[in-house]
């Protein structure tokens, strides 16, 4: 069977600030569009960015989405972004549950919070890119269970007809912010992605479950992006640092053919 595109999404954190960066990022990656068409690209800015980002990205294949998305209803909820504001500007999916957010603690990022998020974005119609990750890989194996933990919770929150726009992305939390040398080696990669694919096939079903893309995210760059793909068996990368500046955002794309 023929491989899918790569999927590869931008995950811009806190990288990219301003729209003068945004408009110019676009612009570098306008010029590359052969490049990009080899791979499914998504990018994921910070909420103020999405008013410049969708109408620039609108006649491109490239897809806008959040990196977040309350989870709340529109109402008394001050500072929050819910799904219905974030499809009012043309977002189509939101990141959930990743591990900087989990990392803020409380209510809002608890799994229970995690599933709020999720039952809000799909009730907006938002395509779902859930984040799960073991904080320490043990030999004992530990991160399987929190792994399958995580995913079992989600699962739990998305309802059947949204399944087509749910993707899993993999991301251990010890290998976030690192260099290519520092991350997981494709081997291991390998290994957890069979494991989450049988967890998904559990949950859902088979049918559904073989159709969920599974991304790797922890310092995928240029040198290890080949690797990663071709011998981790991955749908595609969530992607952190390198993907927020156009030149190293390219290379890497570029390094996937
Ligand atoms: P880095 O690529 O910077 O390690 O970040 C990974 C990540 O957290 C993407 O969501």
Known sequence: MKRAKPI??????GYVETPEEAKRFVQVIKRSTKTLSACQVMLAPSFTLLPTLVPLLKNSAVQVGSQAVSAHPGGAHTGEVTGAMLRAVGAVFS???????RALGGAGES??????????????????????GEHEREASGAHFGIIAGQLASALAAVPLKNMGKLMVAYEPVWAIGKTAADAMQPGDVQEVFIFIRKILVEKIGRAAALKVPILYGGSVEEENV???????????????????????FIKLIKALQ
């Open 8 to 13: 590869v999404i931008a995950n811009w954190k």
């Open 95 to 101: 990141i959930v549950g990743h591990s900087e957010r």
């Open 111 to 132: 799994e229970e919070g995690i599933q709020n998020q999720i039952a809000r974005a799909c009730e907006a119609g938002l395509g779902v890119v859930l984040c799960v």
């Open 226 to 248: 080949q690797g990663l793909y071709h011998e981790g068996g991955v749908s595609g990368f969530l992607v952190g640092h390198a993907s927020s500046k156009s030149d190293s």
